[in-house]
């Protein structure tokens, strides 16, 4: 959905992966009515943390399942024991109170929209799935739609 640039690098520059699943469908809303403001919620997989991330869960709910009630899972990869919890902290938090991962994605919103001063306020979430994300996305437009 973007022009061809041309580069000497042997390499493509991709923005991080909740950015391109939601500026799929954002960027020909944008071409069509015009963003004001950005809401996006993510839903992030262990997947999203590596190998260590899936596996760290996976030992995680069973040992949460096979262990005696009220047993936690220890946790070394996620800010939190991840299996049957949700985790609203992905990477460190900023001086904003956003993380790292949020401002990502707000970063990469502006840069590939073309809008340096585009409001976007993200909430990133780790879920105990070990693949897929989601997104919830809601949108101020220029237009009506």
């Not at 041309?6 to 960027?27: D, E, Q, S, V």
């Amino acid at each position: 959905f973007l022009p061809p640039q041309k580069a000497k690098r042997k390499f493509t520059p991709t923005p991080n992966c909740t950015t391109a699943i939601g500026l799929m469908a954002l960027y020909p809303l944008h071409k069509q009515f015009g963003i004001k403001k950005v809401f996006m919620s993510t839903y992030q997989a262990a997947s999203g943390a590596g190998a260590e991330g899936m596996a760290e869960l996976f030992n995680g709910v069973k040992e949460v399942v096979n262990g005696p009630e009220g047993t936690v899972a220890k946790n070394q990869i996620f800010a939190h024991p991840l299996p049957f919890n949700l985790i609203p902290h992905i990477d460190v938090f900023q001086d904003n109170l956003y993380t790292k991962e949020e401002m990502k994605v707000t970063w990469e919103c502006r840069k590939i929209l073309g809008l340096p001063d585009l409001p976007v306020s993200c909430t990133a979430v780790r879920i105990p799935t070990l693949r897929a994300h989601a997104e919830a996305i809601t949108i101020e437009t220029e237009r009506p739609v």
